[in-house]
């Protein structure tokens, strides 16, 4: 682990940001749409139960996500959770998911009774590794859930066919992949249903919020009753639910940002262009790529520090933080290194996990979006660069600009 303390020259040259530059920084779009949207709601005195811009917040997403049906949710947790049980996914039913992800992948299973059992991932994608996958069926499988990591998609072909092969549901988390393409499909519309995230920190987003996208009428039907007390659309009880309902302010939010999807994902990828510049020749840094030939939303600029760096990862997150530059250890720890699944490894991670466990190691977040730019890149870039080049020499507290 490498400290902040030494060599003057590097702070000099380097001040720290006077305010926090940091991963996940809201993207606004248009503020006055926004607020005129919200007027409306005011004006029309209907604010939740299936608005008209929930409504229209449904339509949009579904053409984006190139489906047939979408049910928008309160935020992405509760969508995984109604895409399980939609899919007839139930307590003591085991579904198999990689352990690299965000942690509430698994919670949102867990909570319904479900159990997570972790597999390995395919460390060039950082998506689960199918042959490892398919070793973990038994008898008590009931799902599988892939996960699209940093917008890159799952081998979506294999894992539709182990899933054809074991008779069970695919379902995927897709919170990262908006936008994105797999075989020059949208992501959206792939297994029974898809998730996706519109958490503020999500570079389309809807304050907080979520949507469960397919094409399965069946699943879209159960699901739409299930975010709303288990109410159908006849105003019949059809079974349990739980309230998971977006709201209109949140809509109207969403809506502003699904308008301005476009000029988000270009300043993404100015960014990540500006990232691969910055950091080209840096020993030890890698800058992980979007799947070549699809279309990637950028959202998150990932960089893996190797055994070839002068510095760990940890060191280098360290120096960054110290310059108000707030990185994450994206995903770390991972899901099964954290509790309950740590203690109960027998039920949930048939160990180890090597390459997931490498991976988490190694990742680093850096900031994007569009409150960031080429003058704030340069500058962490050359931060990056100057800790690779002092090795283990420690760098001194930065001052502030």
Known sequence: MHTTEGTPDVAHRLPAFTEPLHVGRPNMGDRARFLARVNGALDRLWLTNDGPLVREFEEHLATVAG????????????????????CGIGVGDEVIVPSFTWVATAHALEWIGAVPVFCDV???SGTADVAHLERL????????LGVHVFGRPCDISALSAVADRAGVPLFFDAAHAVGCTYGGRPIGG??????????ATKYVHSFEGGAIVTDDHDIATRARAMRQQGIDENRRIAGPGTVARMNEIS?????TSLESIDSFTAA?????EAYRAGLAGVPGIHLREPKP???????????EVDAASPVDR?????????HNVLVRKYFHPICHQVEPYRSAPERHAPLPLPRAEALAERVLALPTGTAVGPAEIEVVCAIIRDTAEAGHRPLAPPRAA
């Not at 979408?70 to 509760?78: D, M, S």
């Not at 069926?137 to 799902?143: A, D, E, L, N």
């Open 251 to 255: 809509a109207a939010m969403g809506l």
């Open 67 to 86: 489906t047939r049906y979408c049910v928008a949710t309160c935020n992405g947790t509760n969508a995984l959770q109604i895409a399980a049980r939609a």
């Open 122 to 124: 395919d460390e060039e």
């Open 293 to 303: 030939g699809e279309r990637s939303n950028h959202q998150y600029v990932i960089i």
């Open 137 to 144: 069926i038994g008898p008590r499988t009931r799902g599988i």
């Open 314 to 322: 940890d060191g280098l997150h360290e120096v960054l933080t110290a």
């Open 190 to 199: 792939f297994g029974r249903a898809e998730i996706f995230s519109f958490h």
């Open 268 to 272: 993404n990828r100015r960014n990540h």
